[in-house]
């Protein structure tokens, strides 16, 4: 990276984590319960719901993994952003009026805090607190090796201030731990508002630079890719068509069931604002997923044409693109956004999982929260954030594959276990706490299991899909077998509405 | 309506694919390939006519001003029995 390039990415950086500090401070004046810390006193607007639901949805997997995986595969990729949308449509149409009107009669302040109340178990509620911890360490992991893998290219191929990866992991964290520890997760929705808005600016912004980096524009990259590979510029990728949809069903049920996005149905103002939301967050996410396609193909175009040497490895698409074709404020403002798409996703996951560890596991072991609550969040933020960051860095020099193990298992895991439980279940009177807590725990036991052992299936198809379906037929099918709960009345009267 | 719509969407999309695998070099539409053009200007966006569909028809599918106000009645209704226990 040339100097004068890499001094205008550093300073777009060092504005973007400042402000970040900026938010963390004035958000420390607005927490001041543990209602406020988790669920931001259920006090949030439209435009701040909408847009920090896409932009913790798109994180730098979306900036840097999603155009590296274009770049090698084609559209098969494609159809994860395809598949969000419609996600998001169905958590909004299944789950938003029922987890809003749930944390309004039992002043929820959590995903578990729901499951329990819904269910009548402690043991839901563990199992569920069980999944979403496990599963936000790995996601919050990958985020903060993302983060300081970033953050050492600029720093060190850019400005020549090497510093170690684990210096950068330092850094990262401790930007994220102080602005999550302050302000909690009003801290986080309104960086997320920030961070949303850079994410669609970058992503509008790069999309036109891929178009006029390729001769001839979009029709040239589809030229290109055809007399290459016509299947990798074809609607399922270079992947075929079952990998694609395998990944288009685990995709729609795991947006529809990511923790950190349903959550946020909990902390709106009023449940009418949700018609509003949906549109304002499949807008914003849309344009953000400009970027993800248009740097693939249009990398891979400027490969095979021959103007652009083979990349070393097909994540470096991204930063190759930013570094040869395009203008030095646009790579600034991109690795801003690429900071402010990790930042947004590692926030509100920090927020969820230390909700669940602070909050929910110990009511399930021990039937009580801790007292002085907020305290314990605070500092469960911080501890929370640096086992990660340890975590990130142990499986960096040990065994890489530990914290993909985990991010993965998260992913499927998420989707397995909370799509018969909380899609359906919120919606489904019949649906019995057995069955619930039966789910639950084949989709860790089938996750981890499919992780550990390395299964793969054949066709590309993806194991989360089995967990997902194993659970959701033990889920029916136990539901269906035993006599229907009776519910508490004002349970009753949430899934009436 | 929508889901009609949603199943039309994919049909079209795997009948356009069939003409894409025999003959990959045929006209581009929208600078790609008919059935890659397809999936993203009209199955993309698609959820975009679901969340008009969920922003129109919100009071009556899905929650309406009537309805939180009764939610509310039944809970406050359920506060007062449970302090009269």
């Known amino acids: 990276m040339e100097a004068h390039r890499a001094s205008i990415v550093l300073a777009c950086v060092v504005v973007y984590a400042v402000a970040c500090f900026g938010v963390g401070l004035w958000a420390l004046r607005r927490t001041r319960s543990s209602r406020d810390f988790f669920v931001a006193g259920r006090d949030l607007g439209v435009w701040v719901t909408g847009i920090a639901i896409f932009s913790s949805t798109l994180s730098g997997f979306g900036f840097v993994g999603g155009p590296g995986l274009v770049y090698r595969m084609g559209m098969t990729s494609v159809w994860i952003v395809l598949s969000s949308v419609t996600g998001y449509v169905l958590a909004f149409a ?23 109340a819904r269910y009548d178990s402690e043991l839901a509620r563990g199992l569920t607190a069980l999944a979403i911890a496990l599963g936000v360490l790995g996601y919050l992991a990958t985020q903060i090796l993302a983060m300081a893998t970033v953050l050492q290219d600029v720093l060190g191929a850019g400005v020549g201030w090497p510093l170690s990866l684990a210096a950068c992991v330092g850094i990262s964290c401790a930007v994220l731990a102080f602005y999550c520890a302050t302000g909690g997760v009003i801290a986080s929705v309104y960086t997320d508002v920030f961070q949303g808005a850079i994410m669609v600016v970058a992503a509008l912004l790069v999309f036109a630079a891929a178009r006029d980096a390729v001769d001839g524009g979009f029709a040239g990259i589809s030229a290109a890719l055809l007399a290459d590979d016509p299947a990798s510029i074809g609607p399922w990728g270079s992947m075929g068509m079952w990998a694609a949809l ?17 959550t946020k149905f909990m902390m709106i103002r009023e449940p009418a604002a949700l018609r509003r939301i949906l549109p304002l967050t499949l ?11 248009s740097v693939g193909l249009a990398m891979r175009a400027l490969v095979v044409q021959g103007a652009h040497p083979e990349l070393a490895s097909a994540d470096a698409a991204a930063p190759a693109f930013l570094q040869h074709y395009a203008h030095p404020l646009l790579a600034g403002v991109v690795f801003a956004g690429l900071f402010a798409a990790i930042m947004s996703t590692a ?3 920090l927020n969820i999982g230390v909700a669940a560890v602070v909050h929910d596991l110990p009511l399930a072991l021990r039937g009580r929260a801790p007292r002085n609550e907020l305290r314990w969040a605070r500092w469960g933020t911080v501890v929370f954030a640096v086992v990660a960051a340890g975590f990130a860095l142990y499986s960096h020099h040990t065994n890489e594959r530990l914290v993909a193990l ?10 397995a276990a909370l799509v018969p439980v909380v899609g359906l279940g919120f919606n489904w009177k019949r649906a019995t706490p057995a069955a619930a807590n039966t789910a639950l725990l084949a989709s860790l036991l089938i996750n981890l299991g499919m992780e550990l052992f390395a299964v793969r299936l054949p066709w590309g198809i993806h194991g989360g899909v089995v967990a997902m379906l194993v659970s959701l037929g033990l889920f029916l099918g136990i539901s269906l077998a035993q006599e229907p709960p009776s519910l508490a009345p004002d349970i009753e009267a949430v899934l009436d509405v | 309506m929508g889901l009609g719509l949603y199943e039309l969407g994919w049909l079209a999309l ?18 790609l390939p008919a059935p890659t053009a397809w999936m993203l200007y009209v199955l993309w966006p698609l959820p975009l006519w679901f969340a008009w569909l969920y922003w129109r ?3 009556a599918a899905f929650l309406s001003e009537r309805d939180v106000e009764r939610f509310r009645a039944r809970l406050a209704e359920l506060e007062r029995a449970r302090r009269d226990r």
Not at chain 1, 94 to 116: F, H, N, Q, W
Not at chain 1, 248 to 262: C, D, W, Y
Not at chain 1, 283 to 293: E, F
Not at chain 2, 14 to 31: E, I, K, N, T, W
């Open chain 1, 94 to 116: 299944l789950l938003g009026k029922r987890l809003r009107l749930i944390a309004e009669a039992r002043d929820t302040v959590s995903l578990p805090d729901a499951v329990a």
């Open chain 1, 246 to 262: 395998s990944w288009f069903a685990l995709f729609v049920a795991s947006t529809a069931g990511q923790p950190h996005v349903i």
């Open chain 1, 283 to 293: 807008v914003g996410y849309t344009l953000s997923a400009l970027l993800w396609i």
């Open chain 1, 347 to 349: 926030d509100a996951f």
């Open chain 1, 406 to 415: 985990l991010g993965v298992f998260g992913a499927a895991t998420f989707a």
């Open chain 2, 14 to 31: 795997f009948a356009l694919y069939r003409g894409f695998a025999a003959d990959p070099g045929g006209p581009l539409f929208g600078s």
């Open chain 2, 57 to 59: 028809h919100f009071d």
